[in-house]
Each structure stands twice: as structure tokens, then as C-alpha cells.
């Protein structure tokens, strides 16, 4: 079985939404390592020597009985374009450090610089993140995503978007979309819909 991983927003010395990220590795020691979690995020990274300035994604790449911690800067992708890509059959529901099955429907971006992932008529997450739609009033996200994010639950959980259905047919009653992930928050990649190759 391959390996879990939890990416975390580490800011100027500060671990973002580690509840969100504690409640996810629970969950994935119970549903997939039918184990419980020994490890307590917020203990265990501050006993860590780590960079207390600039903007870095905390990895912590674990199985049952290990797991290491590595600090990586971060600077955010440029996204201009997504090619809407389909795949009915994939499953990605816990962070695995095998991605070979979105790496797959990655290489068929063709020229644009991430995919949107259509599943059974539905629109998923991008590659890395997941999405955000605008309908020049609220930000809406769908309610078919592959992994249901951090960053994702923290934003519908403080009312700052909502969930919805939403079928590639509606993606074009939308003005704009955006990625969000643990790194990546309002302020992620923000695109036309005219951006999105259908």
C-alpha cells in the first residue's frame, strides 16, 4: 500500500489549520491503516527544528508504524489555463503519495498548465487543488471533490463559500474559477472560465 501524506502551510513560523490537518490523518489511520493515530500534529511539528521565516509546505509522509517530516519553500504554480480532462472510474479520497492515476489524466493537459477533472459529468478538483467557481456573486465549490481539503472545509465551514452540484454543462454560467489548496487559500490561481479548455 502506498504511503499517506499531509501537506501543511507552514507561515513565518506558524503551522495553519492544524485541526483540519489532525481530524484528515485520524481519519486516514481508522479508514485505511485501521489503526489509531499516535502521532499529535501540533506536539509533534513543535518539537521540530523548523523555519521560523518565509513560506514553506510541512510534508509528513507516513504509514502505520513511521513517518518523517521534511520542510519545502513554497511558491506558488502560474496557472493561465486548465483542459477539462474525464475519468469516471478515479478514486483519490485520502492523500496518497502515489498519484499515479491523476499523474495520468495530468499528461493529457495537451498545452495548459493544469486539468479540471471531470467525474461522471461533474466537476472534481484540478490536479493539486481544489476549485472554487464565482457566479459574479459567491464562490461555490463542487460537491463531487476527489479529496475534500483542508483549505476546502476550513473556507465552507466559515461561510466564505458554499457547495454545490455542479455539471461541466453549468461551468460556463460561472464567471471565474480558482484553485485552493493547504498552501493556497483566496489568494490562489484565479482564472477566467474562458481559461477553461472544454
Not at 461555490?140 to 465552507?156: E, K, W
Not at 457547495?163 to 484553485?179: C, P
Request: hydrophobic letters at 40%; proline letters at 4%.
Amino acid at each position: 500500500m502506498s504511503r499517506l501524506i499531509e501537506s501543511i502551510c507552514l507561515s513565518n513560523g506558524v503551522f495553519h489549520r492544524l485541526p483540519y490537518h489532525q481530524a484528515r490523518m485520524d481519519d486516514a489511520f481508522r479508514e485505511i491503516l485501521h489503526h489509531q493515530n499516535q502521532i499529535q500534529l501540533s506536539d509533534f511539528l513543535h518539537s521540530q527544528p523548523y523555519p521560523v521565516q518565509g513560506l514553506f509546505k510541512c510534508r509528513i509522509v507516513y504509514e502505520k508504524h513511521s513517518h518523517v517530516v521534511e520542510f519545502l519553500p513554497y511558491t506558488a504554480k502560474p496557472i493561465t489555463s486548465l483542459k477539462m480532462v474525464r475519468a469516471d472510474n478515479i478514486e483519490y479520497a485520502y492523500k496518497f503519495e502515489n498519484r499515479s492515476a491523476l499523474h495520468q489524466l495530468y499528461q493529457l493537459r495537451e498545452d495548459c498548465d493544469d486539468i479540471l477533472i471531470v467525474k461522471n459529468g461533474f466537476i472534481t478538483d484540478s490536479y493539486y487543488s481544489n476549485v472554487i467557481l464565482y457566479d459574479r456573486a459567491d464562490w461555490f465549490t463542487p460537491s463531487t471533490p476527489l479529496l475534500a481539503g483542508t483549505m476546502r472545509q476550513y473556507l465552507l465551514e466559515t461561510g466564505k463559500i458554499s457547495e454545490a452540484a455542479i455539471r461541466v454543462e453549468d461551468v460556463r454560467l460561472f464567471k471565474k474559477v480558482k484553485l485552493i489548496n493547504a498552501m493556497l487559500g483566496l489568494d490562489g490561481p484565479e482564472l477566467s472560465i474562458s481559461q477553461i479548455v472544454f
